[in-house]
């Protein structure tokens, strides 16, 4: 079997946190914590965003589920196949979320987490046994596609890659050779500066004017104005 990832370059090592938009953050903590057996973590005002709650529960001591609550009637009605995708086949807009997939550490967890999510009123099938993984599919409050998975062994990239799709992606043998093996990078002494605003990458949904004058802050100007660190448990001890 080969080698199927490189831990000596740095790169993200997993994901730490899905934020996933929601007009009821009781509804989903209810559904993450008792249906699932998650654990609230933190619930504070999301720090920057007026009038804005955000939710963390844990999946483990490095990786969560994450919710954003708007204000009241901020939230716009999903459409399905642009706001939300409805199911694990379906389509949605791009950069939107597909499908949520969670992970166990065996087939026999899949199997009793599956029994614990019928004996608590909802739908689930599965599982079903992919190659890679074995899979089980569900849908969660407002319409939240979701999938739990789980995979005995690492996916084996000769096995899994196939050359007609990635050559119908637009993916050379070259690029594919690239892609993967962590590619390394040396850092500079010197942080790397802000590149020319251009068309890439996106605005992340701000106006432009506000936009140039995020990119014109140094890297010790934005730690220092938007970092926020007390938590509000302690803050409130203190008051």
């Known amino acids: 079997?080969?080698?199927?990832?490189?831990?000596?370059?740095?790169?993200?090592?997993?994901?730490?946190?899905?934020?996933i938009t929601t007009a009821d953050?009781?509804?989903?903590?209810d559904?993450?914590?008792?249906?699932?057996?998650?654990?609230?973590?933190?619930?504070?005002?999301?720090?920057?965003?007026?009038?804005m709650f955000h939710g963390f529960i844990r999946m483990n001591d490095h990786s969560y589920?994450?919710?954003?609550?708007?204000?009241?009637?901020?939230?716009?009605?999903?459409?399905?196949?642009?706001s939300h995708a409805?199911?694990?086949?379906?389509?949605?807009?791009?950069?939107?979320?597909?499908h949520l997939a969670l992970n166990v550490d065996s087939l026999d967890d899949l199997k009793a987490l599956r029994d614990r999510i019928r004996s608590a009123g909802y739908n689930c099938w599965g599982p079903i046994d992919h190659g890679f993984c074995q899979s089980?599919?569900?849908?969660?409050?407002?319409?939240?596609?979701l999938e739990v998975a789980t995979s005995a062994v690492a996916i084996d990239r000769d096995l899994w890659i196939d050359p007609e799709v990635t050559a119908l992606v637009g993916l050379s043998e070259e690029d594919v050779?690239?892609?993967?093996?962590?590619?390394?990078?040396?850092?500079?002494?010197?942080?790397v500066p802000q590149p020319p605003r251009d068309d890439f990458p996106p605005y992340m949904g701000r106006p432009e004017e506000a936009y140039l004058r995020l990119l014109a802050k140094t890297d010790d100007e934005i730690w220092?104005?938007?970092?926020?660190?007390?938590?509000?448990?302690?803050?409130?001890?203190?008051?």
């Open 1 to 19: 079997m080969s080698q199927v990832g490189s831990d000596d370059v740095i790169h993200p090592n997993g994901v730490h946190h899905i934020a």
């Open 136 to 145: 089980m599919y569900f849908s969660g409050p407002e319409n939240l596609s």
């Open 65 to 82: 589920i994450a919710f954003v609550q708007p204000p009241p009637g901020v939230v716009p009605e999903p459409v399905y196949g642009l």
């Open 25 to 29: 953050m009781k509804k989903q903590i």
């Open 31 to 51: 559904f993450f914590c008792n249906v699932l057996g998650g654990e609230l973590r933190a619930l504070y005002w999301m720090h920057g965003s007026e009038g």
């Open 86 to 98: 409805g199911g694990p086949r379906r389509i949605t807009a791009g950069g939107g979320l597909q």
């Open 177 to 191: 050779e690239r892609v993967t093996h962590a590619q390394p990078f040396e850092q500079p002494k010197l942080p």
């Open 224 to 239: 220092e104005s938007m970092s926020e660190t007390t938590p509000p448990g302690r803050a409130k001890a203190t008051v």
